[in-house]
T-cell receptor, first 113, second 109 residues
């Protein structure tokens, strides 16, 4: 069984569109995250979500918003997509806070044209 | 400012040629130092967590060590299947993982 799964794996869309990426974890973890990996393979935290507490990386544009319907899901909504949003987005979860190991999904490659 | 710097950026080894990857870090209140492996087209895969200077952990051909300023990932007698990008990350008082840019390891048969 896949521990952290995200869909879709690939997403190609036009500038200005709104899109969502879904993430689900079946590990029973308390904390979930969204990361962005740019073309240079640099992984950067976007959000962490623990027990309804949202920690936002201040560099993330407010066009990005996480939505958590329950503890096992953390979806990422992106409004008014821009060319610079093209990247690979990873969902992850961990059993505790950031001092515990994170388990990553397989990534969603977003291409904005 | 919390930072993680990995070196070298890329490393090519012959099968069986042992080496080490370096991760230098600055952080306020280290809460954990992590090593991950990432294969092309996949998400990072957790390898080790180290919490305090002097701590060491091993898994097969990999051994991670930690000092107050650096962590090393030692690879003993690597095999081609060890080829991947190895990522180092730390968690500090900001309660977020800060990643380095990785070392791309290629092990030639």
């Amino acid at each position: 069984d896949t521990a952290v799964s995200q869909t879709p794996k690939y997403l190609v869309t036009q500038m200005g569109n709104d899109k969502s990426i879904k993430c689900e974890q079946n590990l029973g973890h308390d904390t979930m995250y969204w990361y962005k990996q740019d073309s240079k393979k640099f992984l950067k935290i976007m959000f962490s979500y623990n027990n309804k507490e949202l920690i936002i990386n201040e560099t993330v544009p407010n066009r990005f918003s996480p939505k958590s319907p329950d503890k096992a899901h953390l979806n990422l909504h992106i409004n008014s997509l821009e060319l610079g949003d093209s990247a690979v987005y990873f969902c992850a979860s961990s059993p505790g806070g950031s001092n515990t190991e994170a388990f990553f999904g397989q990534g969603t490659r977003l291409t904005v044209v | 400012e919390d930072q993680v710097t990995q070196s070298p950026e890329a490393l090519r080894l012959q099968e069986g040629e042992s080496s080490s990857l370096n991760c230098s870090y600055t952080v306020s209140g280290l809460r954990g130092l992590f090593w991950y492996r990432q294969d092309p087209g996949k998400g990072p895969e957790f390898l080790f967590t180290l919490y305090s200077a002097g701590e060491e952990k091993e898994k097969e051909r990999l051994k991670a060590t930690l000092t107050k300023k650096e962590s090393f990932l030692h690879i003993t007698a690597p095999k081609p299947e060890d080829s991947a990008t190895y990522l180092c990350a730390h968690s500090g008082s900001a309660r977020q993982l800060t990643f380095g840019s990785g070392t791309q390891l290629t092990v030639l048969p």
